[in-house]
């Protein structure tokens, strides 16, 4: 096949680049693509995303920016095909280009999905409740996120190179920050591939993407304080780049990935005969040949109690010897090659000063003979099991990450022991452990969790369906403390708020009800009939309010309650047992009584536009109702958030108060209204 040229999508058109770099096939050697970024001017391209692209997506609404995050994650879909065949050149067999393809596809998607439900179809995203900061409550604050009026450099690793973009990109582009995407140049031409599908949906706005092919320049030199630097890659890397002048100077926000000693624990319950020994085994077997091992949260070290070493080393070693390796398109091929020559030199230096301290026991050769390939032209190296039988004096095995198939398994005394061993990874992606005792699981928790960004404890219950331990998911942070980084990505709507501002907004009830679009208890309502509930989504507005005539409790309310509903609780049936209650004068009405006979007060019956009561937030019961007491209700609508085009969610803020205007219970109702 003949070498691609791949281009910078810079200022919004496709350019060839100078200063180019040639591109190598992980299996084969020959060079696939060629690229560079020499003459592009990266002042502009950073002017470009701020001017333009900002801009663009800042008109949008956060609903908006999903639904492009969706037709995105759909495109990549349809041109899957295209992606898998450069896929392989990488070294990567399909299930390895799954994770990378369909996974960064399924990100968008479920990102997509989230800000939909999770964010409404605004500008601004309110965080928190309100905080009352004045007696009266005419002065109160709120904190608010809005997106930075920056750029996002994505510069990324080579080992995902789509799901490495398309993760960073969802967040982003959700929050309203425009993104200039630089890959690794080992597998840039896939990360083109992937860039391309996504411009050419014809979806992206202007300047909301840039691709940069080869080096940044001297883009670095133009970030300012509304730009966020988002790297995976190196420590090495990672430390020049936050240490650049104008990074330190701007406070320029950098999120980074770096190196992992990821650790798998076996607990010190299990024995050869258990479950959670073989499921460990396997665990570790995969973590080391998926993907060759280049994965950021690989298990490096595998930890078992002392008497089960030998078991370990057996068992792991025969699931090893199963792998399969070579060219990673043949369907019999488990195991493809590393990215380049260069990166097996790399692995084999690691393991040299890995050597010093462990020895190997499994794959202490490069593979010979990869099926259909050549090992010569070829990255291809065996999974490499080390032993390292003295951890607690030994410092490479705790240090150094060979980005490859390599894993080194050690013992420990105690669970303790164990737990400091994890942490002399100095903080990682994450930790894995397999144990069937849920005391356990809480040490560890406890012990190992401020080292690590996940830990996932796999047992018999639910080793089948959890997703791995070499797995990040869109919903769960992915990051972690000290080596790894300190950055944190994805985790739901957290990783959106990392490209945006919280501010502390203080005003009064009026203005603060202006800024965010909701109702706030203080700002003016809207009483005058019709009722609210008459109103369909669309034309309900934020403060309509109905205020409820008063209703009397009686005693035989209360009973009848009681009875009709089996809650015979004391405190309702029994006058001196609630008397003695340190809460109750006596008996008093049930809250479920409370809510009930507010929604009979509060209701505007006939069909309308009010589809389904969906749930209640925030419900407290403030002060018992006696019997004899009267209460009354106020409902208002308080926010909005739009579901699809027939209906939407409507919030409510209720008010039940007593004769003596006391606040019985409050509450946030939530409505299904249609549009
Ligand atoms: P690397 O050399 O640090 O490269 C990472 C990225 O930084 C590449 O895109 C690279 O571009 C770019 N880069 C290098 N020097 C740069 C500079 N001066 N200015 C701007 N960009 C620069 O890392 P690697 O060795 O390729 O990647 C493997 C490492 O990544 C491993 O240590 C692995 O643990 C880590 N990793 C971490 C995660 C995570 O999520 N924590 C995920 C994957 C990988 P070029 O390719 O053009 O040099």
Redesign the pocket.
């Known amino acids: 096949m003949s070498a691609f040229t791949l281009k910078n999508y810079a200022c919004g058109a496709w350019t060839e680049g100078s200063g180019v770099?040639d591109i190598a096939s992980a299996v084969t050697g020959e060079i696939v693509a060629r690229g560079g970024s020499g003459g592009l001017d990266f002042k502009a391209m950073a002017d470009f995303a701020r001017d333009v692209g900002g801009r663009n997506l800042r008109k949008l609404t956060f609903h908006q920016r999903a639904a492009i995050a969706k037709a995105l994650g759909s495109a990549i879909m349809e041109r899957k095909e295209e992606l898998y065949r450069l896929n392989f050149l990488t070294g990567a067999t399909r299930k390895d280009g799954w994770i990378d393809i369909e996974g960064g596809a399924g990100t968008l998607f479920s990102m997509a999905s989230k800000a939909k439900r999770e964010l409404p179809d605004d500008f601004i995203l309110v965080d928190g409740a309100v905080e009352q900061i004045s007696k009266e409550g005419s002065f109160l604050a709120q904190h608010v996120y809005t997106p930075l009026k920056g750029l996002a450099l994505h510069?990324?690793?080579?080992?995902?190179p789509v799901w490495?973009m398309l993760e960073k990109i969802s967040v982003a582009l959700i929050a309203g920050v425009p993104s200039i995407v630089?890959?690794?140049?080992?597998t840039?031409y896939l990360a083109e591939a992937a860039f391309r599908v996504l411009i050419e949906t014809g979806k992206v706005p202007d300047g909301a993407l840039q691709l940069i092919i080869?080096?940044?320049g001297d883009l670095?030199d133009h970030l300012t304080g509304q730009d966020v630097v988002s790297?995976?890659?190196?420590?090495?890397?990672?430390a020049?780049?936050k240490s650049h002048p104008v990074v330190i100077r701007e406070s320029v926000r950098f999120v980074a990935?770096?190196?992992?000693l990821n650790a798998a624990m076996l607990g010190p319950d299990a024995t050869a005969e258990s479950p959670e020994f073989q499921l460990f085994v396997k665990e570790v077997v995969r973590e080391m040949t998926v993907k060759a091992g280049?994965?950021?949260?690989a298990i490096r070290r595998a930890l078992v109690p002392a008497a089960m070493l030998d078991a370990a080393q057996k068992a792991i070693a025969e699931g090893l010897g199963k792998t399969t390796i070579g060219d990673p398109a043949r369907e019999e091929v488990r195991m493809g090659a590393l990215v380049s020559l260069a990166?097996r030199e790399?692995v084999r230096a690691k393991v040299a000063a890995l050597k010093t301290e462990a020895k190997v026991v499994y794959g202490d050769a490069p593979s010979s003979d990869p099926i259909g390939a050549s090992a010569v032209v070829g990255a291809f190296v065996a999974p490499m099991l080390l032993r390292c039988d003295d951890p607690w004096t030994a410092r490479a095995v705790h240090a150094v990450?060979a980005?490859g198939p390599v894993s080194t398994l050690m013992p420990y005394k105690s669970l303790d022991d164990a737990i400091a061993l994890c942490n002399r990874g100095e903080g990682s992606?994450v930790m894995s452990l397999f144990t069937n005792d849920p005391d356990i699981a809480r040490e560890v928790v406890i012990g190992a969790g401020s080292f690590h960004g996940r830990v996932i404890v796999i047992n018999r219950d639910c080793a089948k369906e959890s997703t791995g331990h070499g797995s990040?998911l869109p919903v769960l942070v992915?990051?972690?403390p000290g080596r790894?980084?300190g950055?944190e990505?994805l985790g739901g709507m957290r990783g959106v708020k990392h490209y945006m501002q919280r501010t502390a907004v203080q005003g009064s009830p009026e203005t603060l009800r202006a800024v965010t679009g909701s109702w706030v208890k203080g700002a003016a309502t809207e009483a005058t009939p019709p009722h609210p509930f008459r109103y369909r989504f669309s034309e309900l507005e934020i403060g309509k309010t109905v205020e409820t005539p008063s209703r009397e409790i009686t005693l035989k309310d209360i009973e009848h309650f009681a009875t009709f509903t089996g809650d015979t609780f004391y405190a309702h049936m029994d006058e001196a047992a609630a008397k003695a209650n340190p809460f109750f004068p006596g008996r008093v009405a049930h809250g479920y009584l409370i809510l009930s006979f507010a929604a009979g007060l509060f209701v505007d019956p006939a069909p309308g536009p009010v589809l389904a009561n969906y749930g209640l937030d925030e419900l407290r019961f403030l002060t018992p109702v006696s019997p004899g007491d009267q209460i009354k209700v106020r409902l208002t609508a308080k926010s909005k958030k739009k579901r699809n085009d027939e209906y939407g969610e409507v919030r409510w803020d209720v008010l039940v108060t007593n004769q003596k205007g006391e606040s019985v219970a409050t509450y946030e109702l939530l409505t299904m209204n249609a549009m």
């Open positions: 770099a510069i990324n690793a080579f080992n995902f490495g630089k890959p690794a140049t080992a840039a080869g080096s940044t670095l790297f995976t890659g190196s420590a090495s890397t990672a020049k780049l990935e770096q190196d992992s280049q994965k950021c949260t990166q790399d990450e980005f992606l990040p992915h990051g972690g790894a980084g950055g990505e």
